[in-house]
């Protein structure tokens, strides 16, 4: 009984989901300590999201732009922000890894091409010599088909007076 491709994908979103549960919830505690990192890092990614969130729902119900969109409470602002923060942060080693796979294919991709290059270079030389040799070869076998020939009239001149003085 065949059960069907393992779902990787799934596998993958869910081993990310849950890696990215600790990074927010340590930025979370960074940010109920350190009331600087909550305004500069945290509130910033939940209140643009906030915003961006209250617009596209109102414009979706055809209730138009919001003239006033009411600002989030502090609990939400670092819960928001450290959620937002830890997706950003395994998106960000997500597409580290992807640029780095990319770069290292390119990397093997052109020692491959290099690797090609240099046999089709070794390749053009082999055939070049041996271009040479045939060449040089028909030269030589030219050569001894015109001694052959040259001794053949010279011997068909020898027999004819051998032939000729013992008469």
């Given at each position: 009984?065949?059960?069907?491709?393992f779902p990787l994908g799934k596998l993958g979103l869910l081993a990310i989901?849950?890696?990215?549960?600790?990074?927010?919830?340590?930025?979370?505690?960074?940010?109920?300590?350190?009331?600087?990192?909550?305004?500069?890092?945290?509130?910033?990614?939940?209140?643009?999201?906030?915003?961006?969130?209250?617009?596209?729902?109102?414009?979706?119900?055809?209730?138009?732009?919001?003239?006033?969109?009411?600002?989030?409470?502090?609990?939400?602002?670092?819960?928001m922000g450290g959620d937002i923060l830890g997706e950003m942060i395994i998106?960000?080693?997500?597409?580290?890894?992807?640029?780095?796979?990319?770069?290292?294919?390119?990397?093997?991709?052109?020692?491959?091409?290099?690797?090609?290059?240099?046999?089709?270079?070794?390749?053009?030389?082999?055939?070049?010599?041996?271009?040479?040799?045939?060449?040089?070869?028909?030269?030589?076998?030219?050569?001894?088909?015109?001694?052959?020939?040259?001794?053949?009239?010279?011997?068909?001149?020898?027999?004819?007076?051998?032939?000729?003085?013992?008469?």
């Amino acid at each position: 009984m065949v059960v069907g491709a393992f779902p990787l994908g799934k596998l993958g979103l869910l081993a990310i989901k849950h890696i990215s549960k600790p990074i927010g919830n340590l930025i979370k505690r960074r940010a109920r300590k350190s009331p600087s990192f909550k305004t500069v890092v945290v509130s910033p990614p939940a209140r643009l999201y906030h915003v961006i969130d209250v617009r596209s729902r109102m414009w979706m119900l055809g209730l138009g732009q919001p003239r006033f969109i009411p600002p989030l409470n502090d609990a939400m602002t670092i819960q928001m922000g450290g959620d937002i923060l830890g997706e950003m942060i395994i998106f960000i080693i997500g597409a580290s890894l992807v640029i780095a796979e990319f770069s290292r294919q390119s990397r093997n991709d052109k020692i491959k091409h290099e690797k090609h290059k240099v046999h089709r270079e070794k390749l053009e030389e082999r055939i070049a010599e041996l271009t040479n040799k045939v060449s040089q070869q028909a030269k030589e076998i030219s050569q001894l088909k015109s001694m052959v020939v040259g001794r053949r009239v010279n011997n068909f001149d020898y027999s004819d007076r051998r032939d000729s003085e013992c008469n």
